[in-house]
């Protein structure tokens, strides 16, 4: 069966599918869309609008978690936990991820110092939980690598390129979030998972947006 990701560049969404393709070792195929003029054939299939799809053959599949979890049922190794107390609280905690890659958004598309501290104060809260939550790690469950995992990494690969521009004020009081997030930048399909010019390509949509933190590095 052909895998095709349909995609879009900056997608954190997209990003967790392509962590969990590339953790399982899959051949797939991407294909990236411009959300700002998406095209027919994409509406036609994507009953939300929004990527990441996951096209096998004639099937599509929309919305990250249930493509994720698909995957991590169709093909060896098993990410989420075998144990089913400790399976649902990695979805739970998913949420939790959610959460903070939308906290993210609102800050790097503020305009207004109002709103990036808003986004900041959520950040915070967010934070306060994840911190409280994580053991000795090096991952969310210890040892091993897991689903939770490639959805929490692609808020870290933002956050990076956030702290540039900001104080890293949001991580440098959270030890163990710290820690937690340079182990999963360094983990290899986390480091594989966006293209090779992301960067400049997050820089660009920053200054398209005319973004807020852009002013406030030194
Ligand atoms: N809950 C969805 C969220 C996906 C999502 O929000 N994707 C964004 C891009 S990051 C999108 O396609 N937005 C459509 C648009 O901007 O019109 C999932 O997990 O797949």
């Known amino acids: 069966m052909t895998l095709k990701l349909i995609s879009f560049k900056l997608c954190p969404f997209v990003q967790r599918s392509i962590i969990t393709l590339l ?5 797939f195929e991407i294909a990236y869309i411009d959300l700002k003029q998406k095209p027919d054939w994409f509406l036609d299939i994507s009953p939300l609008g929004k990527v990441p799809l996951l096209q096998l053959d004639e099937l599509v599949l929309f919305e990250s978690s249930a493509i ?13 936990p075998a144990d089913l107390l400790l399976r649902a609280q990695n979805r739970a905690w998913i949420e939790i991820a959610n959460q903070l890659s939308a906290a993210q958004f609102k800050l790097a598309m503020a305009q207004q110092v109002i709103a990036a501290e808003a986004a900041q104060n959520q950040l915070t809260i967010l934070f306060q939980q994840l911190e409280g939550k994580l053991g000795t790690g090096p991952f969310f469950n210890g040892s091993t690598f897991a689903l939770v995992d490639a959805c929490f990494a692609p808020f870290f690969t933002r956050q990076l390129l956030i ?4 104080k890293p004020v949001l ?3 959270f030890s163990k979030t710290t820690a937690y997030g340079e182990q999963l930048l360094a983990r290899e399909s986390v480091a594989n998972s966006v293209v090779a010019d992301y960067q400049q390509i997050y820089l660009e949509r920053l200054i398209d947006q005319g973004s807020w933190i852009l002013g406030q590095s030194d």
């Open 23 to 27: 953790e399982k070792k899959l051949d």
């Open 68 to 80: 994720n979890e698909y995957l991590d049922e169709a093909y060896a190794p098993r990410l989420h």
């Open 163 to 166: 702290d540039k521009h900001l």
């Open 171 to 173: 991580t440098s009081c």
